[in-house]
């Protein structure tokens, strides 16, 4: 999740057409590398294979958006930034399987996936909700979205995403209609913190909570391919989250390198 630049408020289900590596937007027509997609027995695969899938999908983005480098920078970026996350050895600390089945999530739940970024956790969450359920894939970096979107749609869940264009101090979430709000790896991103979880705690349910998942500032995450010194303490974190109305009703520590933090409001 990039929180680096403005960008405009909406609620996007737009389909793109790729140019140099930049989006158009195409209600009718289908993305550039639609074509050769389907001419790859790769993309017929068993759900048992979506790792493949995905990884078959991270090479295509890249190699469509490294094609631009010489002329736009952006997309180096987020070509660099979707391979980070999708790394196969991020699981060995993030222990994604774990933490889903931490949630305690149930069929037909309404999820916000906060900095979804390149849909690493989305995909999941969707899996997790059901047909029933609903998963807001929200960030800042439309790119990250339209990405996020092509994978979902590869694996026929993006019937149950809705993704949003969001401000960087406003997630633009429905009111009180929102079971959990997973954060993971985006809470330094964030600025204004009390502020931004307050608009959160208004598009929660009666019963909603508040997940934050995040490297810890010191030795413990080890080392790390970005500097440490906008993370976020975890004892900020309780401090921001208390004073946006919020009180910590549940720890978990399995996770090696970040802290994992459950809140309700007050």
Do not use: W
């Not at 995909?123 to 790119?143: C, F, M, N, P, W």
């Not at 608009?199 to 391919?225: C, M, P, W």
């Amino acid at each position: 999740m990039a929180f680096s630049g403005a960008s405009s408020i909406t609620q996007t289900t737009r389909f793109y057409h790729y140019r140099d590596g930049i989006p158009e937007k195409r209600k009718d027509r289908p993305l550039k590398n639609d074509s050769f997609m389907k001419q790859h027995t790769f993309f017929s695969e068993p759900p048992g294979n979506q790792f493949f899938l995905v990884s078959k999908l991270v090479l295509i983005f890249l190699i469509g958006a490294l094609t631009s480098c010489a002329h736009h920078h952006g997309p180096r970026d987020i070509a660099e930034y979707i391979q980070a996350l999708e790394r196969p050895e991020r699981d060995e600390y993030q222990k994604p399987d774990e933490v889903v089945a931490a949630l305690s999530l149930q069929p037909g739940m309404i999820i916000a996936d906060i900095g979804a970024g390149s849909g690493y956790f989305t995909r999941r969450l969707v899996s997790q909700v059901g047909t029933q359920g609903k998963v807001y894939a929200v960030d800042v970096e439309e790119k990250m979205l339209d990405y996020n979107r092509q994978i979902l749609e590869r694996l026929g869940q993006a019937n149950q995403t809705t993704f949003i264009l969001a401000n960087p101090d406003d997630p633009q979430l429905p009111s009180h209609q929102i079971d959990l709000v997973f954060v993971c790896d985006a809470y330094h991103h964030l600025t204004n913190h009390p502020v931004y979880f307050a608009k959160v705690r208004e598009a929660l349910t009666s019963q909603g909570r508040v997940v934050i998942i995040d490297f810890y500032h010191d030795e413990r995450s080890g080392q790390l391919n970005f500097p440490k010194h906008h993370l976020v303490p975890r004892e900020q974190v309780l401090q921001d989250m208390k004073q946006a109305g919020y009180h910590l009703v549940r720890e978990h520590k399995f996770l090696p390198k970040q802290y994992f933090l459950e809140f309700s409001p007050q």
